[in-house]
């Protein structure tokens, strides 16, 4: 069966020119870019360039790149080191609606250092309040982590003008743009952002290795303590070929960036407007506008997320759930119990994420597939069928 | 990725008795929307017989809460009331070979939703009523007592366990230490009744004792023996010694003593008594 794969916001596939941009690096070209010799020195011009491309992307310089595991270390790498270089500060400003990445971090920081958390709350289109970004952002605040680009639901923040509030309180401003980067335009030379991290595997690299970047003059202190790789900022010899395969990537996601875009909120778009034409009862999730080009997330009420995902699956669909029995906890998303999104709709919640690689015949085909399931399993719920059935004859 | 068994997924993909019963005289209702997984259970019983003729469900949830309801109505079709109150939670995921242990919950909704139908059709208050007791898990709505059913039929051991079983314990996790306190109470309960049967199952008399003896020996052991062109003969029964005598093939067969108490012990712990041990004599 051929996998229709809308699930890029969990993990993306290696573009092929990616893979080969790597392949040398395993076998052939294996040195140390720390060596002395050529055969290891040599490397590392691969590596600077991938950090040049890398850089590019973003609008940065390449001494701004401190190579990392991934999204999670560049989170908490950022975290961490703004807490150490300001111990007076005692505070963290972050939102309810973070990856584990950020979110877990912060409630470990205010269990065992002490910190004071404030946990800024999204509405129902999963929007911050920026007057309480304001008056939770004071001269105790020692980092404002802010994500760019919310995973459940695509919903972007102003992180921006929240910058600018941080600084005028002298605090850091992190940003986790792990779902932002290649999908939403950066210029990093232009913006106040102190951190900012990304993830290899979410722009069609490899898994296991991200980035974290530091905006030149910012105070640091390393993460990962060890050797003086990553200009003593990164402990630990470099995964080359997850370096190299990270800074291709980025090139090809700038490279065609602006097609790239459009394909994918035109798709989204035609996804959005079938499913919401066809299925009764069915909500969007977040914004309609400030949301990142490839995501939809949709509430189905009176069904549960496992279920659709289960049907889904046998006919080759890939995509994610809010719901609870997806998650291994109980309890269903944080995100959309944090913007309020009702009990009706949360556990039915799918997300469908595309990527430049989604095709028209794919949302056709979910189109066609989707709809039918939902109506399947709500004519086997107890719930609403009064409602349902009179809105499910007019199909 | 939930490890769903074949079954789970026939019944999930292919679920039986699906709807509702026009003429249904039982109905079952638990679990919420905002639980997120809830059964409606019809029964059609004969209140002649009290057997059950016809069985569907409604369900909201995931997809072993779906096959979960499945199994329950082809388990308590052709099936007395009284027959099927015995069905446990257990027995459903059995049939399902087996949940995952996170989704045990969703078959004590089957068994929770069949003892709601059994106590409308009884015209009794709903179990859920009867067992009220106090609330421990705010966030999923589940008292004591409930934990304490199914911790006891379930003999759960960790909070862990007791939420894989009743969702208390899943959201906030302030009920933690109350869960703890519920299971030591259980399983103090379950370890005193344990000892208590194993006392009741002594009292049976020499004289019965060594026929039951007799007949396991004649209808499980001795065919099993001559198969191999062996016998055995019971001489004498002397409190838990049992004396037998080997004859045939088992007298030269060099693993005699292994077939002694490999066959012939083992057979009569398990059926007669767990104390008895076997001793072979020449007879
Ligand atoms: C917003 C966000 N932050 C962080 C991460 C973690 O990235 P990684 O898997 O590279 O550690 C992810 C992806 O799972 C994410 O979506």
């Known amino acids: 069966m051929t996998v229709t794969y809308l699930d890029n916001n969990a993990t993306t596939a290696v573009d092929p020119r990616v893979l080969e941009a790597m392949r040398p690096f395993f076998c052939e070209r294996y040195g140390n870019p720390s060596s002395m010799h050529s055969f290891g020195g040599t ?27 991934g999204g999670t270390e560049a989170d908490s790498t950022a975290i961490l080191s703004a807490l150490a270089t300001a111990p007076d500060r005692r505070e963290i400003v972050t939102t309810r609606v973070e990856h584990p990445a950020v979110l877990n971090l912060c409630k470990r920081l205010a269990r065992d250092r002490g910190y004071v958390v404030r946990w800024l709350s999204v509405d129902r289109q999963g929007k911050l309040d920026m007057d309480e970004v304001r008056s ?165 009420e009176y069904v549960e997320g496992e279920a659709i995902l289960m049907r889904m699956d046998v006919k080759g669909i890939c995509a994610s759930s809010g719901s609870a029995c997806t998650s291994g906890s109980l309890e269903p998303s944080h995100v959309l119990r944090a913007m309020g999104v009702p009990f009706n709709s949360v556990h039915g919640s799918i997300r469908f994420s595309l990527s430049r690689y989604t095709t028209e015949d794919e949302i056709s085909y979910v189109l066609e597939e989707v709809p039918p399931i939902i109506r399947g399993l709500r004519e086997m719920s107890p719930f609403g069928r009064e409602y349902l059935s009179a809105v499910c004859t007019v199909q | 990725m939930w490890e769903y068994t074949e079954k789970v997924k026939e019944h999930f993909f292919s679920p039986r008795n699906v709807g509702q019963l026009e003429d249904a005289n039982a109905v079952g209702e638990v679990g919420s929307l905002a639980c997120g997984d809830a059964l409606k259970l019809f029964l059609k019983i004969d209140p002649q017989t009290d057997r059950i003729i016809d069985a569907r469900f ?19 079709k052709g099936k007395t009331v009284d027959e099927a109150l015995k069905i446990t939670n257990q027995d459903i995921a059995d049939y399902l070979g087996g949940l995952p242990s996170e989704k045990m919950h969703c078959s004590v909704m089957g068994r929770d939703a069949f003892r709601a139908a059994v ?15 106090e609330l421990v898990c705010e966030c999923f709505g589940v008292t004591d007592e409930q934990i304490r059913s199914v911790a006891r039929e379930n003999n759960l051991t960790s909070v862990e366990q007791v939420t894989n079983y009743t969702k208390a314990g899943g959201g906030c996790g302030q009920c933690h230490e109350k869960i703890k306190e519920i299971i030591a109470q259980v399983r103090g309960e379950l370890r005193k009744e344990k000892k208590a049967p194993a006392a009741a199952a002594r009292p049976m008399t020499n004289i019965q004792k060594i026929a039951k003896i007799q007949e396991v020996i004649e209808k499980e052991i001795r065919p099993m023996l001559q198969q191999d062109g062996g016998d055995v003969d019971l001489i004498d029964v002397d409190g838990n010694r049992v004396l037998v005598a080997l004859r045939g093939a088992c007298v030269s067969c060099p693993s005699a003593g292994v077939t002694l108490s490999d066959a012939v012990g083992a057979k009569l712990k398990e059926l007669v008594h767990p104390d008895l041990h076997v001793e072979e004599v020449s007879g």
Not at chain 1, 277 to 300: C, D, Q, W
Request: aromatic share 4%; with cysteine.
């Open chain 1, 43 to 69: 490397v590392a011009r691969d590596v600077a360039r991938a950090r040049e491309n890398l850089a590019q992307s973003l609008g940065a310089s390449a001494k701004e790149i401190v190579f990392t595991s």
């Open chain 1, 136 to 300: 939770r952002i004071t001269d105790n605040t020692a980092i404002v982590s802010v994500m760019w680009a919310n995973n459940e639901t695509g919903v972007i923040f102003p992180v921006e003008e929240i910058s600018e509030i941080a600084h005028e309180h002298g605090a850091i401003m992190h940003t986790d743009a792990v779902q932002a980067v290649g999908k939403v335009p950066m210029n990093l030379e232009a913006s106040q952002i102190d951190f900012l991290s990304l993830s290899g595997h979410k722009l069609h690299g490899p898994k296991g290795i991200g980035a974290l970047y530091v905006r030149r003059g910012t105070r640091f202190s390393p993460f990962v303590v060890g050797g003086h790789q990553e200009s003593d900022r990164r402990g630990g010899t470099e995964n080359v070929p997850g370096i190299v395969g990270l800074g291709e990537a980025a090139r090809l996601c700038s490279e065609g960036f602006a097609d790239h875009v459009a394909t994918m909120r035109r798709l989204r778009d035609r996804l959005e407007q079938g499913l919401m034409a066809t299925v009764p009862l069915a909500h969007l999730n977040g914004h309609p506008e400030a949301r990142l080009p490839n995501t939809l997330s949709i509430g189905f």
């Open chain 2, 58 to 76: 409604q369900t909201f949830g995931c997809g072993s809460a779906i096959a979960s309801s499945s199994a329950l109505t082809e388990m308590v």
């Open chain 2, 119 to 133: 106590a409308c059709y009884r015209g009794e208050p709903a179990p859920e009523e009867q067992l009220e007791g």
